[in-house]
């Protein structure tokens, strides 16, 4: 049985977001076909309204205006902190923590020669000159992997030794168990050990 078009085409549009596949955008779609007509049209208004997000010309997260509200906060920016990660949920679940009182670089990745990204693809230039006149304290809050180790150098390499660079600490989860966690894990947690 062939779905009308409007369907069809709903589905297929669904099934562009990351992790979504045909069956899911399908039983999503088959799903909001039941909704009334009022709820469907605020669900489009919010996604048309996507279209007119810009970027933070400053630290690259979302806005409704050339500065988003983090970067124009002058209490954090007062605080001369600014923490470097790759993504916007990154930024997000370090925000979450509400730990952090200072001010955001969004990579949007991590340098990768084999895929073609390199320092000017993420503008890591922009970067060095946004701490170098307004920062007195660095945090990378870059995931550790090979690529983010070497991005996190690189940075470090770039940046005046007056400037204070920290690399946020990874190993063991809270609450978890030493036997059920992999090597790497390990390792790492011991080289970020800390004396009591």
Known sequence: MDLPSRIQSAIENFAKIPGVGNKTAMRQILQMCNWDKRDLMEFGR??????ELKKCEQCGFYSEENICSICSDRRRVGNRVICVVESISDCLAIEKSETFVGVYHILGGVLNPLMGIGP???GIDKLIDRIK?????VILAVNPSVEGDATCSYIKDHIPETINVD??????PMGGSLEYVDALT???A???RKKM
């Open 190 to 192: 011991l080289e970020n």
């Open 133 to 137: 006149a307004d920062f007195d304290s």
């Open 167 to 172: 690399r946020i600490g990874f190993g063991i």
């Open 46 to 51: 919010s996604i048309v309204e996507l279209g």
């Open 186 to 188: 390990i390792s790492k």
């Open 120 to 122: 000017d693809e993420l």
